[in-house]
Structures are given as C-alpha cells and as structure tokens.
C-alpha cells in the first residue's frame, strides 16, 4: 500500500471576481489555509472517500456509473475524467481548516488536493494546466457548477497569479513576496449560486449594468497587475474599494460585507472588497502594517477576521 499526505490551499480574488464566467482575466492568491488530504492504495478496485468535516463516507467500485451527491461528489467526478488512468482502488479522507461555504473555494481545494495525491500515488505526470483543467470539468461540466476556472488554476499555481480563463486558460504568478490582507468572513448563509446564475443569464441577455460592471472590473484587473507588481499599496487598495463598487451595483454585496468593508478601511486598510461570487461569504482587506487593527474592526462588526498569508509550493 502507497500512502500520500499533503494540504491544498485556498483562495482569496484579488480582482476579477465573476468575469471569468465571461473568460476574462482574474487576478487570484492562495492562501495559507487548507485542505488536508490523506490518500493511498488498495489492494481491491474499491474507491471509498471519506469527509471527516461531514462525518461522510462514500464506497463504490471504480469504473462505476458516476453519482455526484453529497460533500465528496467533486472527488468523484475528478477519478471519472481521469479514467483508466486510475488503475486501482483508492481512500481518500479529507479535512479542511478552510472555512467551507464562504467563498475560499474549498471545493476547487477539495477537487484540486485530491487530484494532487492520485497524481503522486499513481505517478500521472499531470501538469498544472491539466491538472486545473481537470478540476475545472469535474465542478463545472460534471456536478454541473456555475464556476469560472479562477479558482482551479489559483489553487493549482499557488502564490499570487494572473489567470486568463479562456479555452483552456493558463496562469502566470506574479513577483510578489508578501500580501498583506486581512480576510473577514461575514458568517452569512451565501447565496453564491443565485448571484452567479443571475449575473450570468444577464450578461448572455445583453444587459447594460452588467456589461459595463464586466468592463470595468476587467479595467481594473490589468491595472491591478501594474498596481501589485510595482507595490504600489494606495492604487492596490483603491482598485479593491472601486471593485467592491461594481459589485454591489449588480447586487452581489450584502449589507454585512459592506459594513466589513467600511469598519477596516476606517481601521487603515488601503480598501476592502468581498471575494468571489457574492452573496455573502468572506471579504477581504488589504492593509499592510495595520492588519491586527483592521482584524479588530472586523470582530467588532460581527464577522471573523483571517490574518492570511500567501501559500507558495516549495520547488
């Protein structure tokens, strides 16, 4: 029996939330929280996952018909697009220290570390593109989710990365050291699927708002990418407050997340914006130097403050 232990991180969007379901160009970072996951080898074709955070057990003969229900489905779909690549029955169990539902992807996470070990366990060769592409079918084509591929390609890069989202996409990390950010997540019930299916029949309708919200967040994604490459902490902070400006005019803030917005830019943040889809969920403050204050102002709102780092794979 093989046996491979590692941790897939999750993200935080920097710039171009939602404008990858239009393939534009996102800006994304792993972050220094995890999903853990332990895989090894059987001796039988069998495939059992195993969720310690849902207390979840699935067993199934590999090569069986797909069904994707319940918190391991995304693991599923992954063995099935890889095939016969798999040659032989797998465990997988999982854990996550990654708040799950609040819009750090755990899910790409879940997808993205599991592929990982059965790409150690089985010696696949995939490389990162595949790998990102893999994941980004298993959640959207297969278990049929509205997401774009931010999520897979910033989980598979790690570090800070500038992620064009096209047929297929690609990822370019970024020279960046350290980030400074302060996530909060508002401890809301997000209704991410909602915004996502709302925003997304709107842009395929043509609808003014939206395109010019689409625009102008794809604006200030490539001037983020000046912004954060010259360090340049005022502009970085002022394109995050402007993006969480289009955000609430399609309706994707929430009351809450605007209040965590305000409390840490009054705390010093440079600017502050919700991550991802929207609905609720986590935001996110960029606020070097000042992150124990801006991570008060947060709890004093009712939200639960993330000092975060950046998670770089070791070489």
Known sequence: MREVV??????????????????KPVIAAAIDMYMHVRANTRDDRQVVLRS????SVEQYHLGAPPEYSGPMKYVRAAIHLLGERV???????VRSDIPIGAGLSTSAALTVGSLQALDQLFGLG????EMAEIAYFAEHDECEISCGRMDQYAIVYGGVTFITTGEPGSAEILPIDELPVVVGDSNEPRQADEVLSRTRAALLAGDAVVLDVFEKLYEYTLAGREALTRGDDARIGELMTLSQIQEKRIGASTAKIERLCQAACEAGAYGAKQIGAGGGGCMVAYCPGRQDEVARAIDSEGGIPYICNIHYYSE
């Not at 590692?6 to 393939?23: E, M, N, V, Y």
């Open 87 to 93: 040659p032989g029955g797998v465990e997988i169990s």
């Open 6 to 23: 590692l941790k897939a991180p999750g993200r935080i969007s920097l710039f171009g939330d939602k404008i990858d379901i239009a393939q």
């Open 126 to 129: 995939l490389g990162k593109d």
């Open 52 to 55: 310690e955070d849902f207390e």
